[in-house]
DNA sequence: CATGCCGGGTG
DNA sequence: CACCCGGCATG
């Protein structure tokens, strides 16, 4: 009976999110497409009046609770669309049609697309503790007096070790095609569970991040919910679950403050557990100063200011048209002062 | 206002 | 494609 709720409660947990997923993205291809705002603008993307704005909170909760026992437990099938068309590559890459004057596209999203039929139930050498399916509301209790499990976010794959550099490699080597030494990719494919049992709130126990992963906000007590983007921590594999190219694709986005933004509009109750991916954490260490909590309307867009260097019709003014590149004169982006 | 250039034309 | 230009953003 629980089982099957809570199996209920997780699906559509991952149904809104991947709707709201595919929500942002449309929006922020209509923005890119109408041209309201040359540069994405997460700030004004609106979610649907459905979803995280809606008042029924208690639902939330619900869904919040079974989104993290979901990080306890396996890993649902979601199978995340291969390549997220709507979204992602398509749109903010320029179509490639002219290929001329477009952005240098490419690597915009080197997500590996997770392939589906991957089967994981390979014998790893971490924490023999492998959750199953069948009966994991029980199970998992047990094993929770690890200070920190790390899980592994991989679709269908919800291999849990007690090291991190062990989980990296499961992930490397199983996932990530073995070699790759792709610039610290695992981080976004596991995450450290850092707390127990979701009703222990109270005597929970440190946290205490131990080894390489980032203290960032280790706070000893009830949770840091004071965390400045703790949705995004929150519900950060989901997010990769959902669309797992997205999560990568964000990486790669120049404009990344604007996504903390965009995370941060998201209400959200307070958690009761925290799992973190620890590539998340990373990315906020590195990328996201703490964002001073006033996105407000200092509407810091990340577009190109205009460059110092003298374009062509400012070295031969307008007379001397003629000596300008060509792109100067079809009002393009000039080639021969590039930035 | 001047400048830079994106997007959308036209031949 | 080459070529042009409206219109927007920015300084
Ligand atoms: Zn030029």
Redesign the pocket.
Known sequence: MSTVRCVLILCSGHLILAITMYHLCLQACEQ????????LNWTNLSLGPTIFRSPESVEMDEIMAAMVLTSLSCSPVVQSPPQTDQCGGGELS?SGS??????DHGNVSPAPSPSVTEADSSPDEGLPMEMEQSDELNAKRPKSSFRGVYKCLWPNCGKVLTSSVGIKRHIRVLHLGGSEQSHREEDFYYTKISCEAVDTSATQSPPRSNSSSGPGHSKPSTLSQSAPSSFWQIHSEHLYQVCSSFIIFLRWMPFLSQTSHFLQIMPLDKPRCRSVSVGEQWLQQNRLQPVSASPSRT?C?F?????E???????Y??ERKDQWC?????????QR???
Do not use: E, I, M, Q
Request: aromatic share 12%.
């Open positions: 890119k497409k109408r041209g309201l705002n040359k540069t320029d002219s290929g001329y004057w477009s952005w509407h867009s577009r190109k200011g205009r460059s260097a003298k374009k062509c019709r400012k070295v003014g307008v060509t792109a100067c004169r079809w009002k393009k982006a000039c002062f590039p930035d």
